[in-house]
């Protein structure tokens, strides 16, 4: 029989550990409900509402919408609500982008190939926040697209050894085709469950 949940509960349980991370004024948007609800369901593992919401347990969340509209935020608390080798590993893009400039190609096994726990051999869930906001980096005079290498390099690792991979940006998919190319664009699509905000989302940040 499968688990009932009260997703009701679960949206106050979020807005409450957002307010204990972010303050009191740190509130659940209604325009933004429908992202938090399918985020509820993939984090809960919820199979039969998982399926209603066409998102795929196996696959890793693209979150995407207008900058300051609470993505990171939103990734922050359910990570600091979930538990084991589910919970995601958030690193800004960005500073991915500055490692390969100070260490090059190691970097891109750091976060593919070599991304496995020492202890539990189980794949480190890594979220990539910021994904598009980076530069291309160059090391010993070659230039690299790393965020494109890191994500084709753990596309290749999903299936073989159940690698989660998650993202946050803030470009839409032809946005993102044009900055990493149609083969990541595709590898994409494989990796991710799309949870895309409300171009009338609210700016958090004011």
Do not use: W
């Amino acid at each position: 029989m499968e688990p009932h949940y009260n997703y009701a509960d679960y949206q106050r349980m979020v807005e409450e550990k957002g307010q204990a991370l972010y303050g009191r004024r740190y509130s659940i948007h209604t325009v933004d409900q429908p992202c938090i609800q399918r985020m509820i369901a993939y984090f809960l593992q919820d199979q039969a509402r998982a399926k209603e919401e066409r998102i795929f347990l196996g696959k890793g969340l693209m979150l995407s919408g207008p900058v300051g509209c609470g993505k990171t935020a939103l990734m922050q608390i359910f990570t600091a609500m979930s538990g084991g080798a589910f919970v995601p590993r958030i690193v800004s893009t960005r500073q991915v982008a500055m490692e390969y400039g100070r260490l090059g190609h190691e970097v891109i096994r750091k976060y593919s190939d070599l991304a496995f726990d020492k202890e539990t051999h189980l794949p480190v869930v890594y979220c990539f926040d910021g994904l598009g906001a980076e530069s291309d980096m160059q090391y010993y005079g070659q230039t690299c697209n790393v965020m494109g290498e890191i994500l084709l390099s753990r596309g290749d690792l999903a299936r073989p050894h159940n690698m989660l991979t998650h993202v946050i940006t803030s470009l839409d998919a032809a946005s993102l085709e044009k900055r990493y190319g149609k083969q990541v664009r595709s590898r994409m699509r494989e990796m991710f469950n799309l949870v895309a905000f409300s171009a009338n989302s609210a700016d958090k940040r004011v």
